[in-house]
């Protein structure tokens, strides 16, 4: 018989991800600081509406792009958070969660053998969904030096004549790293200078501390070249609802519906109804989550610091990204003796990345009790190391 | 800062002022401070615990009074609410807009004993004109928290990217 595979599905690997999670789930009585999603419920009044919803009888397909009302609520949202501007009939697409974003913009803008630069570590999908769409990714390995921010210079070094899309994840997913206006600008002017489109992904955008997001597509000469994506899972706690959206020039975006009429014809029904209530009357659940988030964040950084676990303070998203290099082992084999030896699961920075290496993730979306007897267990670890 | 403390410890005043230091980016002696003050400020009236006296083998009866009174002159309604609100047995007074003027709840071990209250201290008081007791069947959220059983379980995968 033929190989049933194709070259390029063969070539994927596996997500790093996976693999610790089958080690952790024969744990039992582990304790997880390991989700990449909220621990809160999403609010109630958003899962009324879409219970009413199913009540209504709205169980029908909506139109490919999404419902216009939820468009006309995704613009005015994108205006009043962050000054973005966009057209809710050509230039805006509700999708599958942020993932079908990035897939879907990956597959309108590559041509085989275009170059993606992808800074890492990062969220697990750029790079599978650059080489589905036959691109070639170029990772970036970010460094804590620079508080693992993007710099001018690195994407200067790695530009080619071939490269054609920079992928901008912050805040980011795993080192909670943000990038201020000022970062941004720099790399705004290398991309209009060397003709490169942006894949920004803001999924974590209203989860940053003690400042505001900033969307490189606000900046001048950046909305004609980048693609926004953005969602509803982290900021208003509805991963399982899956729906996200992408705006940008509507000449990329209407190509991308196409994609999306095709693969999947509408996000979810009753989702998007939920989603129109949770962008006109969830200002006040962002802000409470946030809020509970950032206590969090400084509970976490400050226990690393007292047991001597050495931490950047991350302002975005909610992870924070210890390093473990004192200690002399990998970040797998750390990450596995912790979970053998006191049964608390995070992620090696590994599974974002081979810069990751030397690097562990810890999710703060637990509550403080919750983090507080992990801390308890991780410090134990620690000692025994230091011993 | 004196709100952001007040956000923090309103679902939760068993927290710790060291936590609360952290939590909030304040020093500790500055947290300790301004809760001191506004517990003398009449901000911060009291730290009780939110029971679910339901699960608890002991008999507990709560009713919800609706009173109509006079309003003395020179006084508003404040003397006579205050006539009320010392009863020990009395939980909660309100003053209301609406049909009626106070809303007063009160605990008792029984029936019996509640309308005991009512026809012996309550319904007696000079300016009361009316009153309507309603018991309470059954207590599902007090304070903002859901009076349910137990802790709900994590139901999220241990590892997500």
Not at chain 1, 147 to 153: N, S
Not at chain 1, 363 to 370: C, E, K, P, T
Not at chain 2, 122 to 132: C, F, H, I, R
Request: aromatic share 10%; charged share 25%; net charge negative.
């Amino acid at each position: 018989m033929r190989n049933p595979l194709s070259k390029t599905i063969e070539e994927i690997k596996p997500s790093g991800i996976r693999k610790f999670f089958d080690i952790v789930s024969e744990m039992k009585d582990a304790i997880s600081l390991g989700v990449g999603e909220p621990d809160f419920d999403t609010p109630w009044h958003i899962r009324e509406e879409g219970i009413y919803s199913l009540e209504k009888g709205r169980t029908f397909y909506t139109s490919n792009a999404g419902l216009k009302e939820l468009k006309i609520e995704i613009c005015r949202y994108l205006k009043r958070r962050f000054d973005l501007e966009y057209n809710y009939e050509d230039e805006t697409l509700v999708t599958v969660g942020g993932s079908e974003a990035i897939d879907a913009a990956m597959r309108v803008m590559i041509d085989p053998g275009d170059e993606v630069l992808i800074p890492e570590p990062c969220y697990v999908s750029y790079l599978p969904c650059v080489q589905l769409a036959y691109g070639v990714p170029v990772g970036i390995p970010l460094q804590e030096k620079n508080q693992f921010k993007l710099t001018k210079q690195e994407v200067l070094d790695n530009i080619t004549e071939k490269t054609k899309i920079l992928v901008l994840p912050f805040p980011n997913n795993p080192t909670g790293a943000v990038m201020t206006k000022e970062d941004l600008q720099e790399i705004a002017e290398v991309c209009v200078e060397k003709d490169i489109f942006v894949l920004s992904d803001e999924i974590y955008a209203e989860l940053t501390y003690g400042q505001r997001h900033t969307s490189i597509a606000s900046l001048p000469g950046m909305r004609e070249r980048t693609i926004v994506i953005n969602g509803f899972s982290k900021s208003y706690a509805m991963t399982g609802w899956r729906l996200g959206y992408a705006t940008g020039p509507s000449e990329i975006i209407k190509q991308m519906i196409k994609v999306h009429q095709f693969a999947i014809m509408c996000a979810p029904t009753t989702s998007q109804y939920a989603a129109i209530e949770a962008l006109r009357n969830g200002d006040a659940d962002v802000e409470r989550m946030s809020t509970a988030y950032d206590q969090r964040r400084r509970f976490l950084v400050e226990s690393f610091k007292r047991m001597g676990l050495e931490c950047f303070e991350p302002f975005g998203a909610f992870y924070v990204f210890p390093s473990i290099q004192k200690f002399g082992m990998s970040s797998e084999e750390f990450a596995t003796r912790l979970l053998q030896e006191q049964k608390v699961a995070v992620v090696p920075g590994t599974a974002f990345g081979d810069s990751g290496e030397g690097f562990l993730r810890i999710s703060y979306a637990y509550s403080i009790d919750n983090l507080k007897i992990a801390l308890v267990r991780i410090e134990e670890f620690i000692k025994t190391l230091e011993k | 800062m004196k709100e952001k403390i007040l956000n923090a410890i309103a679902k939760n005043s068993k927290i710790s002022k060291e936590d609360l230091a952290i939590m909030l980016g304040y020093d500790e002696i500055r947290i300790e401070q301004e809760i001191k003050e506004m517990e003398e400020e009449g901000i911060i009236c009291g730290y009780p615990t939110l029971i679910n006296w339901d699960n608890v083998n002991c008999e507990k009866v709560t009713a919800l009074i609706e009173v109509k009174v006079t309003p003395q002159r020179g006084q508003g309604f404040e003397k006579i609410a205050e006539r009320i609100y010392k009863f020990d047995e009395v939980e909660t007074v309100y003053l209301m807009s609406g049909g009626f003027d106070l809303t007063v709840m009160i605990v008792g071990k029984n029936m019996q004993e509640i309308s005991n209250f009512v026809w012996n201290k309550l319904a007696p008081l000079e300016s009361v004109t009316s009153t309507a007791t309603y018991f309470v069947l059954k207590k599902y959220k007090e304070h903002g928290l859901a009076l349910v059983n137990g802790v709900s379980e994590d139901e999220r995968m241990l590892i997500t990217p």
